[in-house]
């Protein structure tokens, strides 16, 4: 009789690192599969060279997501947040958001803003439940597959 082996992985908790160079084909990869309109890899490569704040969300080492923030003065501006498709919808949104809220409140930022699709009723339901609100449209912002679609204004104060 064969016995099994079995081997015990050890999962581990999804942690945050600076963005590197190395990063960037994959995060473009990310972006393409997951947005109509994607950041170029000229996007990104402008925004490890900028002020931005640009953080990659690992899980079991993999990249699963991404977000890139602008500060200026007491505020914050999300500029984008992904998650790869196939870790959509298990709560990698939330951690990434909750990471970027708390670097806001170490920095002593007052408001953070973004701007989100308005068919995006997930990331809506995600943001509103973190405590933003609608503080106004721009309409006809984001690129569609037939058109345009509005972009919906959320602020949250801290």
Known sequence: MKEKLIL???KQKPSFKNVELGDIEKIAS????CHISPWTKKNFLD???????FQVLKNDELIIGYYVASFAADECELLN???KRDSQGKG???IALDHLINYCLKRETLNLFLEVRSS??????LYENKGFNEVGIRPNYYKTSNGKEDAILMALSL
């Open 8 to 10: 015990k992985i050890k």
């Open 30 to 33: 990310i972006e393409a599969n």
């Open 47 to 53: 925004s490890m060279s900028s002020e931005n704040t």
């Open 81 to 83: 947040i992904t998650i």
């Open 92 to 94: 990698f949104g939330k």
């Open 120 to 125: 995006n009723k997930n990331a809506i339901l």
